[in-house]
T-cell receptor, first 111, second 118 residues
Framework: DAKTTQPNSMESNEEEPVHLPCNHS???????IHWYRQLPSQGPEYVIH???SNVNNRMASLAIAEDRKSSTLILHRATLRDAAVYYC????????????FGRGTQLTVWP | EPEVTQTPSHQVTQMGQEVILRCVPI?????FYWYRQILGQKVEFLVS????????KSEIFDDQFSVERPDGSNFTLKIRSTKLEDSAMYFC????????????????FGPGTRLTVL
């Protein structure tokens, strides 16, 4: 599976922006970058995905480095409900769709 | 908003017993998955299912496991003879599209079934 590296944990204060980094130096040209998150006692939840360009949706923004070897998930204003494990996943371009979850980053949001 | 549902939320069974975990994927979705997460560990892929057959399975998905779509709405995971190490959260997921190279497939996960094997 395609390898990603994320910090084990990060902390933020409520209402502040959060930048969650992910390194994926072995990414290939057709790999999509996905972010999922897992809130406590829930199933994973899709957050955002991208290929080359930066992406925005209602949940977050995804900034992708020009060489695509790293990306950053940006939560513009963290809330207590954003406390979760965030997973950066490369979609290896196969036709089968399995997701490889790593350990992810545990985000703690302080009030 | 449509969502994946799973029943039961918690299943307790004795070692060696058969269990069936049930999932109702989102209605127009085509691709179905089972994942599991042992307490404190990573989410692990078990199997994917499309067009009434298994598309891919992991090394975890041995002969004790089987999947079925018995009707147009349910998707089940059966464990024939449970072992202590099968205790985990089991997540069902579905996606609306066939995964093709260069495309993405967002997977929608259910809330999980906690399986406890005693």
């Amino acid at each position: 599976d395609a390898k990603t590296t994320q910090p084990n944990s990060m902390e933020s204060n409520e209402e502040e922006p959060v930048h969650l980094p992910c390194n994926h130096s072995t990414i290939s040209g057709t790999d999509y970058i996905h972010w999922y998150r897992q809130l406590p006692s829930q199933g994973p939840e899709y957050v955002i995905h991208g290929l080359t360009s930066n992406v925005n949706n209602r949940m977050a923004s995804l900034a992708i480095a020009e060489d695509r070897k790293s990306s950053t998930l940006i939560l513009h204003r963290a809330t207590l409900r954003d406390a979760a494990v965030y997973y950066c996943i490369l979609d290896r371009g196969s036709t089968l769709g399995r997701l490889y979850f790593g350990r992810g980053t545990q985000l703690t949001v302080w009030p | 908003e449509p969502e994946v549902t799973q029943t039961p939320s918690h299943q307790v069974t004795q070692m060696g017993q058969e269990v069936i975990l049930r999932c109702v994927p989102i209605s127009n979705h085509l691709y179905f998955y089972w994942y599991r997460q042992i307490l404190g560990q990573k989410v692990e892929f078990l199997v994917s299912f499309y067009n009434n057959e298994i598309s891919e399975k992991s090394e975890i998905f041995d002969d004790q496991f089987s999947v079925e779509r018995p009707d147009g709405s349910n998707f089940t995971l059966k464990i024939r003879s449970t072992k202590l190490e099968d205790s985990a959260m089991y997540f069902c997921a579905s996606s609306p599209t066939i995964k093709t190279s260069g495309a993405y497939n967002e997977q929608f996960f259910g809330p999980g079934t906690r399986l406890t094997v005693l």
